[in-house]
């Protein structure tokens, strides 16, 4: 197993962001949060410059090993959180998101990084892509899923006036609704890149779109679309939630079940 | 000469724990009359420093006084003042002394000692009371250092517990569970059924809370557009309520109808014109003014005021738990206080205690000869010195304040310092 300094001089980053954000959710009148968003990032650079170091020794962006793609995954939750951080200008939800990043940073990193070096068709900027805007789509529909339960657990509060430490900590219904619209919406975008990528190189290499990972992939946006439309049309609220959860359910299907036993090109090896 | 330790630190009041509020009202003073009453306390010499705090559930009367001046003559004196038989203020008065009065203070600043448990109105109300005491030149250094720590007090007990942060009253509550819906409710609009005393005072606290868009319903238009105008909302002619409802975010019943004035299809038709988009209802009105059966609607919050009423006592228990976090910094800050006030004493007394010395000394040594009332002085001062320096250190490390403050008053009167 490599040893990653910066990998988890990035991991500290991130706790001390966590620290901060229990420490300001345990105050009566909670921070602004700059000295958390600041952290966050400093966590952000180093974790990019460990996989940078990876990818030179690999010769390309780490993905194909599990400890690649989790790091990676990781870091694109990292950036995803501080983009919400930022957007929605909320740092409440901080200490139910950062463990996220947190534990698939450090699972990342104990998990093998180095593997077999590329196959010449994978090498390419076009694959890369693909892999990247990937992973990304799925860090952010990770995020609308722990939106969509804390959304049901606010909601359940509410409605049956437990005032408690819950209700007083976690934000309106109305922020985290938003907040889970545009995880799912950048969502949603970066899938459609990642899929049309991913669909030009795999007409080019294999020839043809049948594999069972795209098919599931093509499921997924479906099912978010289906979610965004529904916002609109008065479902707001539990049941897009619900199909928030849902839809996160049809993507750790995709990530393991297909992975292991339909698709024989998706894989991490 | 006068130093603090021959004066003592005095709280004389009658709050609502002690005293009817036919005596309350009696003794509850204006601003005027505060300051009235400071200058004939002072002017009497019945105290050397005065504040008098003056709210709707207490009167207390802060004094700096003199050893001998006792809480009789300065009952006496409001008796007199407002015309109060003088057995029945005594009876129904509070009084504390020194490091109690002290204590006292910081709890009424803290909001512990109030009705309403860790209410902030108070705070002010001691700032108040030391700004008027100021301005009738009725505190010097003790007393206005106690109110300053007071409100320091009050101030880190609000910023470090959680004893004003879970709303008591039913309108509060009912804005705090719409605010966790939708967030901020500048951009929300709000309607009030009822320009009576509830839905008026449901509609200051809304105002309050930060609504812009305030719309008040009443069946007799007048009376609401009388509420509108003072708190910058909009009138709605009780006919249109069913087409305001679409826009409304927060709906608030509060009329006397016998009847439900929303019924349950009336809120189906406004949610499916608002796409679903949230609606929350409040209920303060008995009976119903709201078809219960709202309450199974899609994205439609209800609650009545048994539910409301609920909270209020569940967060009154919450903020009762706080109580022990308060209590301990407030004792930390008394011990600020009432080291401060001892070593403003200690310093004076050794002062005092030394220049006696210095008097039995020169006695001593008059009438003999001056190379000799040298070489005695010297031997005089070398044993004084060294006499002195074991009880003044002690005195000085002594870390308890209340009894360090003991102490010097003890020096004082066995050396009998304060006849000079």
Redesign the interface.
């Known amino acids: 197993m490599e040893w990653h300094p910066l990998g988890w001089l990035a991991v500290l980053c991130y706790l001390g962001a966590e620290a901060l954000a229990i420490v300001s959710m345990r105050r009566p009148r909670p921070s602004t949060g700059w000295p958390g968003a600041l952290l966050l990032a400093g966590g952000l650079a180093l974790q990019f410059a460990d996989l940078r170091l990876e990818a030179r020794a690999l010769g390309s962006v780490p993905y194909r090993t599990l400890g690649g793609s989790v790091s990676l995954f990781a870091w694109m939750l990292a950036i995803a959180y501080l983009g919400l951080q930022i957007r929605h200008r909320q740092q409440a939800l901080g200490p139910f998101l950062i463990p996220i990043v947190i534990g698939s940073s450090m699972i990342g990193l104990l998990l093998p990084f180095r593997g077999s070096a590329p196959t010449p068709e994978t090498r390419g900027t076009l694959f890369a892509l693909h892999v990247t805007f990937a992973i990304l789509a799925y860090a952010a529909f990770t995020f609308s899923f722990v939106l969509s339960l804390l959304y049901l657990i606010q909601n359940r509060q509410i409605r049956r006036r437990k005032t408690g430490v819950l209700f007083a900590r976690l934000p309106a219904l109305e922020v985290i609704g938003q907040m889970n619209r545009t995880s799912v919406s950048v969502g949603l975008a970066v899938l459609t890149v990642a899929l049309l990528f991913g669909g030009v190189w795999a007409l080019r290499v294999w020839g043809d779109l049948t594999d069972p990972k795209i098919v599931w992939a093509v499921l997924t946006l479906l099912v978010y679309a289906f979610l965004l439309w529904m916002d609109r049309r008065g479902w707001e609220g539990p049941r897009v939630a619900l199909l928030s959860i849902l839809g996160f359910g049809v993507v750790l299907f995709s990530y393991t079940v297909v992975n292991l036993y339909f698709s024989h090109t998706h894989t991490f090896r | 000469m006068t130093s603090v330790s021959e004066a003592r630190l005095m709280m004389l009041g009658w709050n609502f724990r002690v005293a009817e509020l036919a005596v309350r009202e009696r003794v509850a003073f204006t601003a005027e009359e505060v300051k009235e009453g400071l200058r004939g306390l002072l002017g009497r010499g019945l105290v050397s420093e005065g504040v008098i705090l003056s709210t709707c559930h207490r009167s207390e009367i802060y004094g700096l006084c003199d050893v001998e001046r006792s809480a009789e003559e300065l009952t006496r004196f409001i008796s007199e003042w407002r015309g109060l038989p003088l057995p029945e203020l005594s009876r129904s008065s509070l009084q504390r002394d020194g490091a109690e009065a002290v204590r006292h203070l910081f709890r009424v600043a803290a909001g512990l000692d109030s009705m309403a448990l860790g209410e902030s109105e108070v705070l002010g109300q001691v700032r108040q009371a030391l700004l008027l005491a100021r301005e009738s030149g009725a505190t010097r250094a003790v007393l206005h250092r106690l109110f300053e720590s007071a409100v320091a007090a009050g101030k880190r007990v609000?910023?470090?517990?959680?004893i004003?942060?879970?709303p008591l009253s039913v309108p509060s509550?009912g804005v705090?569970?719409a605010?966790?819906?939708?967030?901020d409710l500048s951009e929300r609009t709000v309607l009030v059924l009822g320009a009576g005393e509830t839905g008026s005072l449901f509609a200051r606290h809304a105002v309050e809370a930060g609504v812009r868009d305030l719309r008040i319903a009443n069946r007799t238009l007048s009376r609401a557009q009388a509420l509108v105008e003072r708190l910058h909302g909009t009138a709605v002619p009780w006919e249109s309520v069913a087409g305001e409802l679409p826009a409304a975010d927060v709906v608030v019943g509060t009329t006397a109808s016998l009847t439900p004035v929303i019924a349950r299809e009336q809120v189906e038709n406004a949610?499916?014109q608002?796409?679903?988009?949230?609606m929350f209802f409040l209920d303060l009105a008995v009976p119903a003014d709201i078809d219960p059966g709202v309450a199974t609607i899609?994205?439609a919050?209800l609650?009545a005021v048994n539910?409301?009423e609920?909270?209020a006592s569940?967060?009154r228990r919450r903020r009762a738990r706080e109580v022990p976090r308060a209590e301990a910094i407030l004792d930390e800050e008394l011990e600020k206080y009432l080291s401060w006030f001892g070593n403003l004493s200690v310093v004076p007394t050794v002062t005092d205690l030394r220049r006696r010395l210095e008097q039995i000394r020169d006695g001593e040594l008059e009438g003999l000869p001056a190379e000799e009332r040298e070489r005695f002085r010297a031997f005089a001062d070398s044993i004084a010195g060294k006499l002195l320096h074991e009880p003044m250190r002690r005195l000085k490390a002594e870390r308890d304040a209340s009894r360090k403050l003991d102490r010097v008053e003890a020096i004082r009167h066995l050396f009998d310092l304060d006849e000079e």
Request: zero cysteines; hydrophobic letters at 30%; glycine letters at 10%.
């Open positions: 609000r910023a470090e517990t959680e004003g942060v879970h509550i705090e569970l605010t966790k819906v939708f967030g949610m499916r608002r796409r679903g988009r949230p899609y994205n919050f609650y539910d409301l609920e909270v569940e967060n």
